[in-house]
């Protein structure tokens, strides 16, 4: 049996109220009619201090103008619906004047001939900083690996390279930009491959390091032996 108009405006109130992003909605003329409690929350300012308020109070001033601008093109198009933020960072500004990194969806409706703008917005703070540190990380390893003398490459899960060392490439023959993609085993002498690429296999399996010799047929037909200390780690794949 389907839901009677009542019950459906209480089951989307409900569904407000619980809701664990912050859902604003705004009418045509960019005034905030409803402000959901995850709203309140994030943003610092109570339903009643936002409600009849321009839209621009949860944005820092400097974004005000083309945030504006931005929202109205959008009502003007044919898309329904769309995510803030694919072509640059979005703010929100809270009630006592500190930012936050934002990520938002917003869509628009036609109601009795007036625009509605619905916005569902979460602090992403956190992770853009996580982000921004584990780049910085990678920077600083990517800086001293450049100097050491031992070659250095990374590995994914499927053991292609996506990084490799100055020193690596001299090593064996491979320059960085053939060597990215493609799997560090395949520079492996015949007779040792099998042994390398169960020995490895293990080792990523186990999260452990290995050492192991091995000789690398490099691409001049040079066979070099070399020792192959090895760390292990296992990235997390939250990215």
Not at 5 to 32: H, N, P, S, W, Y
């Amino acid at each position: 049996q389907a839901l009677r108009v009542d019950d459906v405006g209480r089951l989307l109130e409900r569904l407000l109220v619980i809701a664990v992003d912050a859902v604003v909605i705004a009418d045509d003329g960019l005034k905030i009619v409803m402000f959901n409690p995850a709203a309140e929350k994030l943003f610092g300012r109570s339903a009643d201090e936002a409600l009849g308020q321009p839209l621009d109070v949860l944005i820092p001033v400097k974004s005000r103008t083309r945030h504006g601008a931005l929202v109205r093109e959008f009502g003007r198009g044919p898309t329904s619906s769309r995510r803030m933020g694919e072509r640059s960072e979005i703010s929100g500004l809270r009630g006592d004047g500190t930012t936050f990194d934002a990520e938002a969806s917003i869509t628009h409706v036609e109601i009795e001939s007036r625009t509605y703008y619905a916005a569902f917005v979460r602090d992403v703070t956190e992770r853009h900083r996580a982000a921004r540190e584990l780049a910085r990380s990678e920077q600083r390893f990517r800086e001293l690996a450049s100097s050491v003398p031992a070659g250095i490459f990374q590995v994914d899960d499927e053991g292609r390279c996506t990084y490799v060392n100055a020193r690596w490439s001299t090593l064996t023959g491979v320059h960085a930009a053939d060597a990215i993609g493609r799997s560090w085993l395949e520079g492996i002498h015949d007779d040792d491959i099998e042994i390398m690429r169960d020995t490895w296999l293990d080792a990523v399996q186990r999260g452990v390091g290995l050492v192991h010799r091995l000789r690398w047929q490099r691409g001049d037909g040079a066979v070099l032996w070399l020792c192959a200390p090895d760390y292990i780690r296992r990235e997390a794949r939250s990215r």
